[in-house]
Nanobody, 128 residues
Framework: VKLVESGGGSAESGESLRLSCVGS????????MAWFRQIPGEERETVAF???????KYLESVEGRFTISVDNAKNTLYLQMNDLKPEDTAIYYC???????????????????????WGQGTQVTVSS
């Protein structure tokens, strides 16, 4: 099983990037998935999460700017990032729970330690 991210890079404040995460040897088929990010020396944080029914949750600081989506036919997870800010600079990782989950009505996404599959990470750098 391999998850491969792409789409990272450099952007100016206010610009957009779209991250993709393609699965090989593995079919998403409605499994819960998420995007995380980490700045070296700091804790990893959940940026966006999507459950089996398509319910999404976002980090408060990206709400309204980032959108998570899944194309099951292409076995690809996306993170559309608009109106980027310098504080969005980090390494971004995609991850799959490897199972279904239903989180409607719950306040928080599935914790990172429960995910079975991870991508290698892609750097996003936003300059002011």
């Amino acid at each position: 099983v391999k998850l491969v991210e792409s789409g990272g890079g450099s952007a100016e404040s206010g610009e957009s990037l779209r991250l993709s995460c393609v699965g090989s040897g593995y079919t998403y088929r409605g499994h819960c998935m998420a995007w995380f990010r980490q700045i070296p020396g700091e804790e990893r944080e959940t940026v966006a999460f999507i459950d089996t029914e398509g319910h999404t949750k976002y980090l408060e600081s990206v709400e309204g700017r980032f959108t998570i989506s899944v194309d099951n036919a292409k076995n690809t997870l996306y993170l559309q990032m608009n109106d980027l800010k310098p504080e969005d600079t980090a390494i971004y990782y995609c991850a799959s729970l490897g199972n279904y989950c239903y989180t409607e009505g719950t306040p928080t996404p599935v914790p990172g330690e429960m995910y079975s599959y991870w991508g290698q990470g892609t750097q996003v750098t936003v300059s002011s």
